[in-house]
């Protein structure tokens, strides 16, 4: 069984919902039959996990993988410094700031890699942006962080500034995501400015990944990708990794 995970010295309030509802195993997702995912419970808000009469929801082990059932996607949660999960003194705070947001893991097919296929392969939707109805200059744009960031030239009033930023994000395969950021300075409406990810990966014969996180963490991109990537591959149970 797995132990909420604690600072040295601090002890677990076991009247806490996050201590009731402890699951102590994590939990079982497949994607694909080469992408099965046995996440941590912290990672997820666990203590929402369960119906009204108090069942919990999840998938947990022990089950034998060709049991588990498909899912069309996943998503998990980090928190810098350390991207550690949740814990009992920030599953409470909805708007945490120092979270990292992994709003869908999905698999997709290789199709989506053919050149002007749909879907979110970044050398795609590039195309889609300069020639879609947003304006932007492509031939305008600063270097920031390892990035190439383009503005958009005209927003709807009150929806404040934003920018389309292009990164590599794995070299060794040359794959590249596109964020979506809101700039300074932020519309009096603005409680949680974010930046947010989106891309096509070709590991696991095709992925689609869709991160967020406060725009304040923008120099630190490429660390947060690294790490949901060193999460997803060390989570993996299926017999082909």
Known sequence: MLEPPLKPGQILDKNSEYAKKWPGRPALFKLKDNLILAIPPQFNAFWRQYDRWGRDQ????????????QMPLIGFQMFFPDF?????????????????????????????????AAGHHVPNVLPRLWGGSQPFISTSYEEKFGLRCYEMLQLPD????????????????????????????????????????????????????????????????????????????????????
């Open 158 to 241: 009150g929806m404040g500034r934003k920018q389309y930023c292009i990164g590599q994000r794995d070299a060794a395969n040359d794959e590249y995501l596109l964020l979506e950021i809101f700039l300074p300075p932020f519309e009096d409406w603005v409680r949680f400015p974010i930046m947010q990810a989106k891309y096509f990966s070709k590991k696991y014969e095709g992925v689609e990944v869709v991160w967020r996180a406060h725009v304040k963490h923008l120099k630190d991109w490429h660390r947060i990708d690294q790490q949901i990537w060193a999460y997803i591959d060390a989570w993996n149970i299926a017999k082909a990794n």
């Open 84 to 116: 550690s999960g949740y814990t009992q003194d920030n599953y409470r705070n909805e708007f945490d700031e120092d979270m990292v947001s992994i709003v869908d893991v999905t698999p997709v097919t290789m199709a989506e890699a053919e050149p002007g």
């Open 58 to 69: 999840m998938t947990r082990p022990p089950l034998p993988l060709k049991d588990i059932p």
